[in-house]
Nanobody
Framework: QVQLVESGGGFVQAGGSLRLSCVAS????????MGWFRQAPGKAREFVGY????????YYADSVKGRFTISRDNAKNTLYLEMNSLKPEDTAGYYC?????????????????????WGQGTQVTVSS
């Protein structure tokens, strides 16, 4: 069983930066593809970004491309989301997710059904 714990959220003014962390335990983090999702109040959860197991491949939602960067340190079992040039519309709960079950590969990496483990989320609030 994999546990994921996010941290690093908080309040920031528009144009500012935050770095989120997601620490994994209880599983083989180094073999897991990872994703970041977010959910704003009253809205569906949406894809933010994806990292392959090695970090060699990363993909982003168009809304964050060029502003957000995903990285990972497999030695520390940690996934990061560096967020720059934050906008009020980035305000949401941010969740990391892990994909270990290959049966879920039939879903796209942008689809939350691809992921079998989820963290509890960390809140990011961007003021204008």
């Amino acid at each position: 069983q994999v546990q994921l714990v996010e941290s690093g959220g908080g309040f920031v003014q528009a144009g500012g930066s935050l770095r989120l962390s997601c620490v994994a335990s209880g599983g083989t983090f180094g073999s897991a593809a990872m994703g970041w999702f977010r959910q704003a109040p009253g809205k569906a959860r949406e894809f933010v970004g994806y990292s392959s197991w090695s970090g060699g491949a990363t993909y982003y939602a168009d809304s964050v491309k060029g502003r957000f960067t995903i990285s990972r340190d497999n030695a520390k079992n940690t996934l990061y989301l560096e967020m720059n040039s934050l906008k009020p519309e980035d305000t949401a709960g941010y969740y990391c997710a892990a994909n270990l079950d290959r049966a879920r590969w039939r879903y796209q990496y942008t689809d939350e059904r691809r992921y079998d483990y989820w963290g509890q989320g960390t809140q990011v609030t961007v003021s204008s």
